[in-house]
Structure formats: structure tokens, C-alpha cells
């Protein structure tokens, strides 16, 4: 299964659905998660996935 989280670009808004990437993770821990975000937002979400910014 592939998971892509698409949120916010500035970090407020990012920061409440950060909890989404780590609860599928850790449910469906074969899945291979991917997160695109704004590039203010990129330090807050890298250690959950790998991150696509702009």
C-alpha cells in the first residue's frame, strides 16, 4: 500500500494533520508513506516520511 499525506505550506497549518502520517505508519506499518508540504513545513514532517516540497 502507498500513502501520500498532502498538507500545508506554512508550518501552523501543517502541524495538526502531522499526526496522520505517524498514525498510518504505525498502523499499516508495510506501507510506504510520502508527505508533499510547503518547504516551511519540510523540517516539522521529514522525520515522518520521505517529503516533497515547494
Do not use: E, F, K, Y
Not at 505550506?9 to 508540504?37: E, F, K, Q, W
Request: proline residues 11%.
Amino acid at each position: 500500500m502507498r500513502i501520500l499525506s498532502v498538507t500545508a505550506t506554512r508550518i501552523g497549518d501543517a502541524a495538526p494533520p502531522s499526526a496522520l502520517p505517524d498514525h498510518l505508519m504505525r498502523t499499516l506499518p508495510g506501507a510506504r508513506n510520502a508527505v508533499a508540504c510547503g518547504l516551511a513545513a519540510t523540517r516539522l514532517l521529514a522525520p515522518l516520511a520521505p517529503v516533497a516540497a515547494r
